[in-house]
């Protein structure tokens, strides 16, 4: 097998050694659009908060550092993200402020109504269905809450090599848009970043308030 397609394979779900090794890369490639991410979701102190597809743990760590009275719980579907993730935010999850599950983005083993934000970082490509996703999204959140949904910008990505590879949805944003909307999602707008690489997009939406 080509080293491209073993790169494009473990970017679809990292695992092992060469998994730690790539999502230590990964997470240099997209720590900027985490941070922007961070930025634009307004975290309050007392915040809970989901993150979907955690990756090494980095972000975790910036969402923590805005809710440092708050939570944050990750989901993942990589062991491997899972090991790291739990190291790099150790004494976070011994304080119970950090909870980490293994789990799909479409099926959260998580209750209605518990989250005041959640967020997915670069993963939108990688998965086949994101709407399934956002109405995950959209059910574990609070009347209020907030999603946001970041990803690079396609026409730019399109040209990274391992894109070629098998299992990358290379989702048009107008498509990822509807999808976002059809979840349930109201006052939705979508914010552009140039200067990260492969340029990004985040789409911000927030779940009614109950009559």
């Not at 941070?35 to 908060?49: A, E």
């Not at 935010?89 to 209750?111: D, F, M, Q, T, Y």
């Not at 993963?123 to 690079?152: C, H, Q």
């Not at 290379?170 to 200067?195: I, M, S, Y």
Request: glycine letters at 8%; one cysteine or more.
């Amino acid at each position: 097998m080509k080293l491209i397609n073993v790169i494009g394979k473990q970017m679809q779900y990292p695992r092992g050694l060469f998994g730690k090794i790539l999502f230590a890369w990964m997470t240099r490639m997209t720590i900027a659009h985490a941070r922007w991410t961070v930025k634009l979701m307004d975290i309050q102190p007392n915040d809970d908060i989901l993150e979907i597809g955690f990756g090494n743990g980095a972000n975790i760590k910036l969402l923590l550092q805005r809710a440092a009275r708050g939570s944050v719980t990750g989901v993942e579907i990589s062991d491997t993200a899972i090991e790291m993730a739990s190291k790099k935010n150790a004494r976070a999850i011994s304080e119970g402020k950090v909870k980490l599950h293994k789990a799909a983005g479409n099926a959260l083993p998580l209750e209605a109504g518990v989250f005041d934000k959640a967020c997915t970082v670069a993963t939108a490509y990688v998965i086949k269905d994101p709407g399934a996703v956002f109405k995950e999204m959209y059910r574990v959140l609070k009347s209020n809450g907030l999603a946001a949904v970041t990803f690079p910008v396609r026409a730019n990505f399109i040209k990274f090599k391992p894109v070629g590879t098998e299992g990358f949805y290379l989702h048009e944003l107008r498509d990822l848009e509807k999808a976002f909307r059809e979840a349930g999602f109201v006052n939705c707008r979508t914010e552009h970043n140039d200067e990260v690489r492969f340029g990004a997009h985040c789409m911000l939406g927030e779940k009614p308030a109950v009559n």
